[in-house]
């Protein structure tokens, strides 16, 4: 498990992360969003020791990172960074034996990723000649590469079309499967609700929701409902405990004053026509992210 604990940095006199303390489990992917400036690159930078805390701690398994530990982390940063004019699979390859992986081993790891991520048939193309959305497949490889104990992606999905989005997902999704904690951060709050196991929401430099998508939805949530019939829903209107937020015909959605109210309206939909869907309604990504950052 990745752990911050109480990190605190400033720039100068303004400070830009304030007691940001959250958890990335090991095997699961933990979405990282907030608006710009909010304090997303400067916490991942810190993790990586590329910046250091004015106070605070970051561990891994309990144990304080140090430089050799941080070797075992991959990291992808918003910026790119491949040397251009480098052929991608001798790019890639040149990053894994930097890692101290062999000719043999560096080469097997990189042919595969690449693979993965749709590259296979531009091994020998340079990084110049490449779609942006293609460089940065290539800068996912080269985070990937060493097979890394942790991974730390800065906006992963940005340039991305919607099939390399997918391409990216799955290979993220096999790499988490294997234990290793991974941070990712996004824009896209409907990649992240797709993808995330844990969320953590930033903002002005502090850390306002973070545990998992389900839990955090459901804290965010008032009993809201959906209902469609193959009839008429009108009589919800009259219901005890049910304020209708928006009807059409047989659909409903409703607020409940509490679960037995939504288990009554349910037995009484049965007993009036048919049930298409009936189940509780959660707030989008979105929805939460704007209503914890105000």
Known sequence: MLELHSINRSFGERQVLHDVSFT??????????????????????????????DSGTVTLDGTPLTADLRTDFGYMP????????????????????LHGMTAAEAKESAETL??????GERLTDTVESLSLGNQQRAQIAAALVHNPEVLVLDEP?????????????????DYASGGAPVLFSSHQLDIVERLCDDLVVIADGQI???????GIREA????????????????????????????????ALFDVDDLATSQRVLQRAIAT??????????PTLAQIFTEVIQ
């Open 114 to 119: 690449l693979t993965k991520l749709g590259l």
């Open 157 to 173: 999905f940005s340039g991305l079309d919607p099939i390399a989005v997918e391409v990216v997902l799955n290979v993220l999704k």
């Open 208 to 214: 306002r929701a973070s545990g998992s998508r389900e």
């Open 78 to 97: 918003e910026e790119r960074g491949l040397y251009p004019k480098m052929p991608v699979l001798e790019q890639i390859i040149y990053l894994g034996r």
């Open 24 to 53: 990335v489990e090991r095997g699961r992917m933990t979405g990282f969003v907030g608006g710009n400036g909010a304090g997303k690159t400067t916490t991942m930078r810190v993790i990586l020791g590329v910046l250091s805390a």
């Open 220 to 251: 965010h949530s008032s009993p809201r409902f959906e209902l469609q019939l193959d009839g008429d829903a009108g009589w919800l209107r009259s219901e005890p405990g049910v304020e209708v937020i928006d009807f059409a015909g047989g659909y």
């Open 273 to 282: 026509a048919p049930v298409q869907r009936f189940g509780p309604k959660y």
